[in-house]
């Protein structure tokens, strides 16, 4: 299994080989592991219960801030009465929401998903101006170039070992309704471990999400799941 | 003491400042047409434009900041007038010798110049050097001017007075005015910033001239970027909360705020929380320690504490049946402070690590850096503006003159950034000239975004228009300091 040593692998990044010699590779500390099945076939609704969290506080902010302005125009008004009481309840209340957030998001960072578990395949991938070479072997950046035809299994843990061969790009998946699925950066120098269990079959794409240089958006690739 | 010549320096930044942005607004307005397919820029055209677009505006948002604090602390210390007007010198020559890389050398590497993309020459080869030469002449003056602003307040308050410290015990002998311990807070973690930003621009250039014997290590080179990037952003925000502070009791008739023991407490955490929530920017760099990781989440969730309980609450207690005197200054620092906290949720949703994942680098992180600088912090400075342009003229605010521009400011502001958050919801990636094919979307909130944003455009313009001419005055042989 892995262990929790720094991803640092050569600073002179053009001339590694990375993932096979040291075993030090690695994002995922050994503290704070656990058990932890994500279901990730949602990622509409994931990002429609977002947007609308946002939308339901933005609206409630505007109307919030209406009310308060309507307020201010009569002359009889006479300020806001217990301003101390009401500013101390209202930090107390927006403490506890966003203890209660963190206590309930944190543990569901990609650091600690599927920490536990054996991938049951490992995709190396590497990226460069402006494409994506991955493949099941470790890819020599002399060499790099071919692309294995990638195809994962559905339901099980897998994992892909991200760098980068000039500048830092994106390594972001998604599905075939065009939703981000989950994401993690090719950095030069350093290999990312991002482990997924896909839980639909289809294709998906890879894009790149991290500024590049002019041929960004047209940066990609794609892999089957069955 | 406000002296004429702080008041000319402060008009030349001001028009100054106007004209870069409705510059800089017109070439986003270009970048989100090119994005709806209703022009067609060549990509190379778009990522040099989207570079002089995310430069100048953080660069005069920052400066807007730094110009409304340095004439506010007029009242309460001694401020040099030669170290504002040194710092415009280094700003204009920065921002010549920077735009000259984008339009001539057609620079493109965005303004992050995120590591180690500037050394991947695909431009003009004197363009990276220049570029970050530039950078480093404009950083420089505005280093030296906030070091300045620091020892000035320094000169009058000790180190625990500026940081308010003593309104922690009950009747404290000295008040230290809010103005000043939030400029203290922000002006440090302006130096910090830019003291990193010397240290990146040194490792650059070692890697440049060093022929190939150094290289840089690119996950610190992010740290830093990030941490330089990150808290210059930040602390221009917190730049133009002092002036909410400052003149939103005064231009409403109210009293003014007073510096509490909870007041001092919220902008001593603010410090702390500012410098730490970095992290966030690398949530995705899995090699990062973990432990980092929790720090940005926490910082960047507790940030929202202080600002909303503090700032935000005491502006609406400030308003609450207040029998409030409208005009445009409190009005934008009203819909500023709202904007501001609007900017905040999208920006707390995405600094959760979570949520992170599914909306790192798509249109949410424009969305929200957007709402709270252009519905924010640009509101804050734009209500300073023309707080001082009547101050210059000698003339009150005009009560109904401004409903027109409050409502074009918000329709424009608003719909302009919504297009972006729907955009980030539909996994839309930012940066892109052009969008494939299966983000169907993209295109057509694109457009709209960039109709929002002429409509928004329109209101600075009259906002531009009204404060301009007051400003000019200053300039007057008849005009009385």
């Known amino acids: 299994m892995v262990n929790g040593q720094a991803g640092k692998i050569n600073p002179k990044f053009r001339e590694f080989n990375y993932g096979l010699s040291s075993g030090k590779v690695c994002l995922i500390t050994d503290a704070g592991r656990r058990q932890f099945h994500y279901n990730k076939s949602n990622e509409m609704r994931e990002h429609a219960i977002l947007l609308t969290i946002f939308l339901v506080a933005a609206t409630a902010i505007s109307l919030f801030f209406f009310f308060i302005y309507r307020s201010s125009l009569p002359e009889d008004g006479k300020g806001m009465v217990n301003a101390g009481k009401k500013r101390l309840f209202f930090a107390l209340i927006l403490a506890s929401v966003l203890i209660i957030l963190l206590t309930v998001t944190l543990p569901k960072s990609p650091y600690f998903l599927f920490a536990d578990e054996t991938p049951a395949k490992v995709v190396y991938v590497a990226a460069r101006q402006y494409s994506y070479t991955m493949s099941y072997q470790a890819i020599d950046p002399k060499s790099a170039g071919r692309s294995d035809t990638i195809e994962l299994p559905v339901n099980q843990p897998v994992e892909f070992r991200v760098t980068s061969f000039d500048v830092n790009h994106g390594f972001s998946i998604y599905n075939d309704r065009a939703e981000l699925v989950t994401q993690t950066q090719a950095m030069p120098g350093y290999v990312n471990r991002l482990r997924w269990v896909f839980t639909e079959p289809g294709t998906y794409n890879v894009l790149c999400l991290e500024y590049c240089g002019v041929g960004h958006p047209i940066m990609r690739t794609s892999f089957t799941v069955k | ?481």
């Not at chain 2, 505005?142 to 625990?160: E, T």
């Open chain 2, 1 to 481: 003491m406000i002296t004429r010549s702080l008041k000319r320096i402060t008009s030349v930044w001001i028009i100054t400042v106007l004209v870069l942005f409705v510059t800089a607004i017109i070439f986003g307005i270009t970048m989100r047409f090119n994005q709806g397919k209703d022009l067609t820029m060549s990509p190379v055209g778009f990522y040099s434009l989207m570079t002089t677009h995310g430069i100048t505006m953080i660069g005069i948002w920052a400066a807007a900041g730094l110009v409304a604090v340095n004439y506010l602390l007029g009242r309460y210390v001694k401020v040099s007038v030669s170290l504002n007007v040194f710092a415009f010198v280094t700003t204009v020559i920065g921002v010549l010798m920077i735009w000259a890389t984008t339009f001539i050398g057609k620079y493109h590497a965005g303004w992050t110049f995120l590591y180690p993309l500037p050394l991947q020459v695909a431009w003009a080869k004197w363009a990276t050097p220049v570029f970050l030469f530039g950078l480093g002449i404009l950083g420089a003056g505005w280093l030296i001017w906030s070091v300045g602003m620091l020892l000035q307040i320094l000169s009058k308050y000790s180190l625990k007075q500026a940081f308010a410290w003593q309104h922690f015990s009950k009747n404290p002998a000295v008040e230290t005015p809010p103005l000043v311990l939030i400029s203290t807070v922000s002006l440090i973690g302006i130096i910090v910033s830019l003291l990193t930003a010397v240290i990146l621009l040194v490792l650059y250039f070692l890697e440049y001239f060093s022929g190939g014997n150094f290289t840089n290590d690119p996950l610190l080179m992010k740290n830093l970027t990030y941490f330089f990037g990150h808290t210059i952003a930040n602390e221009s925000l917190y730049l133009g909360l002092a002036a909410v502070y400052e003149l939103m009791p005064e231009s409403s008739g109210r009293p003014r705020f007073k510096t509490t023991w909870y007041v001092a407490l919220a902008w001593n955490c603010t410090l702390v929380f500012i410098l730490t929530a970095f992290f966030h920017h690398l949530y995705m760099d899995f090699v990062q320690p973990v432990g980092f990781q929790m720090i940005g989440q926490l910082a960047s969730y507790f940030a929202s504490l202080p600002a909303a309980a503090v700032t935000a609450f005491s502006v609406i207690a400030l308003v609450y049946r207040g029998r409030i005197r409208w005009s445009l200054t409190n009005t934008l620092f009203f819909i500023g402070i709202m904007g501001w906290l609007i900017g905040g949720i999208g920006a707390v949703i995405d600094a959760t690590v979570s949520n992170n994942m599914i909306l790192h680098n798509t249109l949410w992180v424009p969305a929200h850096f957007h709402t709270y600088n252009a519905m924010g912090n640009v509101l804050f400075c734009l209500a300073f503006f023309n707080w001082v342009a009547h101050e210059f003229a000698g003339t009150q605010a005009s009560v109904k003159s401004f409903r027109l521009t409050t409502v074009l400011l918000l329709i424009g502001g608003f719909g302009f950034v919504l297009m972006f958050y729907l955009g980030g919801a539909y996994s839309m990636p930012r940066r892109f000239s052009v969008y494939p094919q299966e983000f169907t979307h993209a295109a057509i909130l694109a457009s709209l975004g960039a109709w929002f944003a002429t409509v928004y455009l329109v209101a600075i313009v009259l906002i531009f228009a009204n404060i301009i001419k007051k400003c000019l005055k200053v300039f007057s042989p008849s005009f009385s300091s």
